[in-house]
């Protein structure tokens, strides 16, 4: 039986971790992805900004043919040298194969790389593949970069280059139901925490694969929240889903959020959003 191991941190599992993964499966019988729990940004003082929640990558993971995800801690192999962490890795799944992106790097200061696996290929019995990079229209693809995007509000080119689309999930809770009032009634969740904000607007969407058109922002036309709110508009839905869970999908931001004079424009405006979504 052939085995692989894939080795990163694969948030968004976008078109180029796609690439990593896809480089092993047709030379393996069992594929293994050793990733973490959580960012290794955090272990060093940064926030974490995460495209998938780590639940959605791994399944993303999974749906690819990956035979088992395993989530490692940070902070337990944080200060393990490259060479007894790949020691460790070979004895405890004996790879036939062991397939990195071109950047990816590991052990204490970063001394794992590309190189180091090449160099010890003969030692430790592996075969390696380095995937290079993939680029899109002349951009290499990175969480980064469908960060970027995602913060400029771009999300068509982030939903291509994640092959897949940018996505927003919670739990319906009780806003202050003006929506309703006025002819569009909306489910309202909390912006996901730890994952990348979008900048405020309106946007098309789906949730459930119906059109769906979605403000997320401080409502300053109302002028009634302390804190930003998801609203969703679903076209043609009229039912109670305070309680349950909900995924968004986000397709396109139509406009940037704004203030009107009057409840009145306001209306008129989602008419407008309406028919561009």
Known sequence: ?????????????????RAVI???????????LLTFKESPALYFGHKAEYVLSRKDSVNKIKSLGVNEVVELVFSEIADISAENYLENIVNTYKPNFISTGFNHTFGFNKTGNPEFLKKNESKYGYKYI??????VNGEVVSST??????????IEYANTLLESNFTLEGTVVHGAKLGRTIGFPTANIKYPDNIVKLPFGVYSAMINNKKTVMNWGMKPTVN?????????????????????DIRIEVLKQIRCEQKFGSLDELKTQIHEDIKKC
């Open 224 to 244: 009634n929240t302390q804190e930003p709110v998801v609203e969703a508009h679903i076209l043609g839905f009229d039912g109670d889903l305070y309680g349950q």
């Open 145 to 154: 970069l469908i960060r970027n995007y995602i913060k400029q509000g771009k």
């Open 130 to 135: 380095c995937t290079p990079p993939v680029e």
């Open 22 to 32: 896809e480089s092993v499966l047709n030379c393996s019988d069992e594929v293994t």
């Open 1 to 17: 039986m052939k085995k692989s191991l894939v080795l990163g941190f694969f948030d968004g599992v976008h078109k180029a971790h």
